[in-house]
T-cell receptor
């Protein structure tokens, strides 16, 4: 069964450092999502791509976070500088079609667990 | 007010018990509804979609009440393997094709022998 790949699985960094996370969606999935999940809360959408274009980044803290999907396949999420409050799990998801009235299943990767010291 | 609200639990039940979770959502224009399951330190996985007419998948039954803006999940004959966090999820009204998922904080279920 095809899966969403993410790396690294765990990352420990000090505040003010830069971190980057990578995601490879299921082959053929045009839509890619980055979510952040703080302990005890549900995932929250940070950014959504359709192919290489950003279609929603309204919840992305753009002063420190950036995301790209240059060739419309894999994607990188970066934080610079990291802050203590960024400690969370960062989840990537992908889906096949956009524009199907919200019925398209999103498949999640295993996540990257970030700890900022 | 959060867009999707759930009782965090935990719900501690014995094997074989029937347990029900409720969830309320604030946006009356929400379009699609789901239950996701998340095991400890794992990613969320789709458990089932929720339809207005109600739907069943084995031991799991989901109901949607649009007038009251709540969604329920019923688990019958609980198994140890059902222990997990159950996330209630809605999507806003279809607009420009954005398939955004809005998650509740989850309800934790612990099934014991």
């Amino acid at each position: 069964e095809a899966e969403v790949a993410q790396s690294p699985r765990y990352k420990i960094t000090e505040k003010s450092q830069a971190v980057a996370f990578w995601c490879d969606p299921i082959s053929g999935h045009a839509t890619l999502y980055w979510y952040r999940q703080i302990l005890g809360q549900g995932p929250e959408l940070l950014v959504q791509f359709q192919d290489e274009s950003v279609v929603d980044d309204s919840q992305l803290p753009k002063d420190r976070f950036s995301a790209e999907r240059l060739k419309g396949v894999d994607s990188t999420l970066k934080i610079q500088p990291a802050e203590l409050g960024d400690s969370a799990m960062y989840l990537c998801a992908s889906s096949f079609l956009l524009g199907t009235g919200g019925k398209e299943t999103q498949y999640f990767g295993p996540g990257t667990r970030l700890l900022v010291l | 007010r959060k867009e999707v609200e759930q009782d965090p639990g935990p719900f501690n039940v014995p094997e074989g018990a029937t347990v029900a979770f409720n969830c309320t959502y604030s946006n009356s224009a929400s379009q699609s509804f789901f239950w996701y399951r998340q095991d400890c330190r794992k990613e969320p996985k789709l458990l089932m979609s929720v339809y207005s007419s109600g739907n069943e998948d084995g031991r799991f039954t989901a109901q949607l009440n649009r007038a009251s803006q709540y969604i329920s999940l019923l688990i019958r004959d609980s198994k140890l393997s059902d222990s997990a966090t159950y996330l209630c999820v809605v999507t806003p009204r279809f607009s420009g094709g954005y398939n955004k998922l809005i998650f509740g904080a989850g309800t934790r279920l612990a099934v014991h022998p």
